[in-house]
């Protein structure tokens, strides 16, 4: 789990205190170079490494499909957040980079890193550094500025959708009246 509390659920997590960004980079097939460059060019330290189903020619359903590479990539913080303030990271990050959110759920767990069988191909990025170059939260490195805009974003499209939305009108159950009535 990212965080440090003594459950799966998500009130434990609620409480908690998270210490890294996982970034599933799963549906883009980013080579090893791209995930490198990109992170590097946000100025952070990071691990990086080939998820579980990373170049397999079968799908989620058992289906053939064209392999593609898969990556996960870990981002320390340099001091533990609260949940709120992990989700405006986490989520931010993943809407920007337009990657799977779900390592942003606060209550999400994973068993890293994962082969599903002895073939299948295994790879790894160590750009973690030394504890004290790890990224600050409230700091302003390029990553922070791109995952607080992508919550921006998120929340703006929150609240356009809400005013959006009309009211459902109600119907009166049989025992009740209408206005005319």
Known sequence: ??????GKTGAVAAS???????????????SRAEIQQLYTGFGVSFIAYTTS???SPVGKSGESIAPVERWKVI??????????????IARGAAHALKTD????RKAQIAYVPNKLTSEAPYDYIDSLGSPSEWMKPHGNCAFMTLALKGWDDL????????????????QPANDQHGIIE
């Open 101 to 104: 959110n779900s390592q942003a």
């Open 155 to 170: 929340e703006a499209k929150r609240i356009a959708d809400e005013a959006a939305a009309s009211a459902k009108p109600r």
């Open 1 to 6: 789990a990212q965080h440090n509390g003594q």
């Open 75 to 88: 981002i320390p913080l340099a001091c533990a957040v609260d949940a709120e303030t992990h989700a405006k």
């Open 53 to 55: 189903s990373h170049l």
């Open 16 to 30: 908690a205190l998270f210490a890294y960004i996982a970034i599933d980079h799963d549906n883009d097939n980013k």
